[in-house]
């Protein structure tokens, strides 16, 4: 059964917008996106970035949200407006004198995504992701109870997840493309600072040359994640507990789907949410990232998670755990 409370979400009325203590932490890039839909309509120039959409998917269930950035001049202010004004803090924007990166995002149909950069980089694309000194002071207090490394190159990865877990802070990791063998390397040597796990289908493929879901759960607990969540797009996701080798599949929330962009940065702030608010409840965590990622799609850039309110995402996620109230934990094996 699953199990966790199903907890209260804030009134964005009623949260104090100064003074609040940083309790989770989403680490990115933020970008301008250029989006190409399988059937070749396209939306461009839209405000994008893994940090801006698992910052805002995490203030969805909680306060105390906090985002660790580069922030390029060229940045749509309007954007960070808003990101303020969800009571998103931003101490952890440092300022970056570079051009804006801007991504050609193309989807195709089966739910595969190409990201290609637009523009040339100075410096390369690890210089526009976060580093330990761009950590402000007051994300280093007590009251932090987890932090999202979203995907961004393996170096900077590994050197947040060991100075976020030397400190006792949970750490969750989306992974970037590998595109090198010592990328692939630096990414496992990270996991052994890593609480939960967070690939895709096509990362998995990626990292291991394999698709076998339960076999690769397996592998990269090895490497130390306590979990793996599975990402399967359109197929929910598979979660893994290692403790006692077991495993649980989630399906996805059933919603019309009109933008897949930012889904599963979606899904990977409202795992955080719901994983430091339950006290490391894996499976009720899972449920509320489903939910989450289905309102991320339900429309352009960030408009689903914007328009969202508290007593809707609620009413989902109740009707999601019932729906799926009989799915546990179980020993699972690869098909042949």
Not at 240 to 249: I, T
Not at 251 to 274: E, K, Q, W
Not at 292 to 321: H, M
């Amino acid at each position: 059964m699953l199990l966790g409370p199903l907890y209260g979400h804030k009134n964005w009325e009623d949260v104090e917008k100064l003074g609040t203590p940083v309790k989770l932490i989403v680490t990115g890039n933020m970008t301008i996106d250029d989006i190409v839909l399988p059937d070749g309509r396209t939306r461009m120039g839209l405000p994008g970035g893994n940090a801006l959409y698992a910052s805002m998917a995490a203030s969805l269930w909680s306060d105390g949200v906090a985002i660790l950035t580069r922030k390029t001049p060229g940045y749509p202010p309007q954007n960070i407006q808003k990101i303020a004004g969800m009571g998103i803090c931003t101490d952890g924007m440092a300022p970056f004198d570079r051009q804006t990166m801007r991504i050609w995002q193309i989807y195709e149909s089966d739910g595969r995504r190409t990201s290609i950069q637009r523009n040339l980089v100075v410096g390369g694309m690890e210089s526009y992701s976060p580093l330990p000194a761009d950590i402000p002071q007051s994300y280093r207090r007590p009251s932090v109870q987890a932090v999202l490394l979203c995907a961004m190159r393996a170096e900077n990865q590994y050197q947040l997840a060991a100075d976020f877990a030397g400190r006792g802070v949970p750490v969750l990791l989306d992974p970037p493309e590998v595109e090198q063998e010592h990328e692939r390397q630096r990414l496992l040597t990270a996991l052994q600072y890593v609480d939960v796990f967070l690939p895709s289908l096509q990362e998995v493929e990626e990292i291991l040359g394999h698709g076998q879901l339960h076999r690769a759960a397996r592998q990269f607990a090895r490497y130390g994640p306590r979990y793996v969540v599975i990402k399967l797009g359109q197929e929910g996701c598979l979660v893994y507990r290692r403790q006692d080798d077991s495993f649980v599949s989630l399906p996805c929330y059933n919603t019309r789907a009109v933008d897949a962009t930012g889904a599963g940065d979606s899904f990977g702030g409202g795992f955080l949410a719901g994983y430091a608010a339950t006290g490391g409840d894996v499976l009720a965590a899972a449920c509320q990232a489903t939910v989450t990622a289905s309102f991320a799609v339900e429309d352009y850039s960030y408009g689903g998670l914007l328009r969202t309110g508290s007593p809707q995402a609620t009413q989902r996620l109740q009707v999601y755990r019932q729906q799926n109230s009989g799915r546990q934990f179980g020993r699972e094996e690869d098909s042949e």
